[in-house]
């Protein structure tokens, strides 16, 4: 069955580098895109970008200057960095599958990792 | 960027009650837009997309609806698993954006 999961490091300090992993299952990255959204603690969501199913990225403009996505279709698993965090990019990260039929539309997401920016 | 007003923040209904929620675009997006439920503690999931279309296991008693800027989705026979937040989505264009979300309880 369809799957993604979240992993990255736990707490991180204000100005360093975010990196986290989406390891998906069930579908290929080479047929599917995947997004990444976010959520900061008790509010709503946030697109932040994606990585088509033929290896394009796209990005909010409010996040492209500190924001890359990429993937190793070898291994599944589809890798967001960040830099420059600050304490407002405390929230749960979670990834997407988009949706194949409906682009734009997220069908499967992951169970979300917690990010903490904190000193 | 297109901006998603949703309405209202908070909803408190009874079991087996109808209740609606709304959601207003800063400019028409042609029916490119979908519901998420999420339930406490958990991930959202896709309830409805193209305004309409019910997703895949999605129980019938939710229904969308609407068209240009103004759409609503509408909740039949309130039951005790429905309690969660609800948020609407445009993918008309990119940023793809999300309404501020609505947060039904059950009195």
């Known amino acids: 069955q369809v799957q993604l999961k979240e992993s990255g490091p736990g707490p991180v300090q204000p100005s360093e580098t975010l990196s986290l992993t989406c390891t998906v299952s069930?579908?290929?990255?080479?047929?599917?895109?995947v997004n990444w959204v976010r959520q900061p603690p008790g509010k709503g969501l946030e697109w932040m970008g994606r990585m088509r199913y033929n290896g394009d990225t796209s990005y909010n403009s409010a996040l492209k200057s500190r924001l890359s996505i990429s993937r190793d279709t070898s291994k599944n698993q589809v890798f967001l960095k960040m830099n420059s965090l600050q304490t407002d990019d405390t929230g749960t990260y979670y990834c997407?599958?988009?949706?194949?039929?409906?682009?734009?539309?997220?069908?499967?997401w992951g169970q979300g990792v917690m990010v903490t920016v904190s000193s | 960027d297109i901006q998603m007003t949703q309405s209202p923040a908070s909803l408190s209904a009874s079991l087996g009650e109808t209740v609606t929620i709304e959601c207003r675009a800063s400019?028409?997006?042609?029916?490119?837009l979908a519901w998420y439920q999420q339930k406490p503690g958990k991930s959202p999931q896709l309830l409805i997309y193209?305004?309409?279309s019910l997703h895949t296991g999605v129980p019938s008693r939710f229904s969308g609806s609407g068209s240009g800027t103004q759409y609503s989705l509408k909740i039949n026979s309130l039951q005790s698993e429905d309690v969660a937040s609800y948020f609407c989505?445009?993918?008309?264009?990119?940023?793809?954006?999300f309404g501020s979300g609505t947060k039904l309880e059950i009195k």
């Open positions: 193209n305004a309409n």
């Open positions: 069930g579908f290929s990255l080479t047929s599917y895109g």
């Open positions: 997407t599958r988009e949706g194949h039929t409906v682009r734009g539309t997220f069908d499967y």
């Open positions: 989505q445009q993918y008309y264009n990119y940023p793809l954006t």
């Open positions: 400019e028409d997006i042609y029916n490119g």
